[in-house]
């Protein structure tokens, strides 16, 4: 027997005397203890991969132009391939090892899939960034969206499946807890 509430409809806490308000609550504590802080921490994540996305960008400019004038012209219509550098500088690092990118490392964030909090898709996370980067594109204030959320989720955590949480207080989860049911399964 675990101190996590059972799933809702479980005997054992149904009846007339508030259990069930006890298991909602248990519920939503872990969620906020999950998403405390995370929309300021993405912003300031943000930034950090903004400048390292510049970096990347600068230094592959560089070397695909030295290239590009080594082969006479011909390597040029490989600087085209710049504008895929925060695609899968963002992707290749969410699918990663640390499922977040260096900012967000940096900050303490992890992305995770709502339903289990396992470790994002290729699918998943390449939805999750191209919807960041049409969001940006059309109109940051998009991302308040995230603030009116109770798991301060921005639409593209949504449409994809994923949401972006602590990564400290995913090590005091229960095994077995599910952010999308609430509930710890057995």
Avoid at 56 to 67: E, H, N
């Amino acid at each position: 027997m675990t101190d996590y509430p059972p799933p809702p409809g479980d005997p054992r806490w149904s009846g007339p005397d508030g259990r069930e308000e006890q298991w909602r609550d248990a519920a939503y504590a872990w969620d906020e203890t999950l998403t405390r802080g995370v929309p300021s921490r993405r912003v300031w994540a943000w930034l950090v991969d903004l400048v390292l996305l510049g970096a990347l960008a600068g230094i592959a400019w560089c070397v695909l132009l030295l290239f590009g004038l080594l082969t006479l012209g011909l390597g040029l219509p490989l600087l085209g391939l710049l504008p895929l550098i925060p695609l899968v500088y963002t992707v290749a690092f969410v699918i990663g090892p640390l499922a977040a990118t260096p900012g967000q490392a940096l900050f303490g964030l992890r992305v995770v899939r709502d339903e289990d909090l396992g470790s994002p898709t290729l699918p998943q996370a390449l939805i999750w960034t191209i919807g960041f980067y049409v969001t940006m594109a059309a109109g940051a204030i998009w991302l308040v969206f995230a603030l009116l959320t109770v798991r301060r989720r921005t639409l593209h955590d949504i449409v994809s499946g994923l949401v972006v949480v602590r990564g400290r207080a995913l090590t005091g989860m229960p095994s077995g807890w599910s952010m999308a049911a609430g509930y710890h399964r057995a």
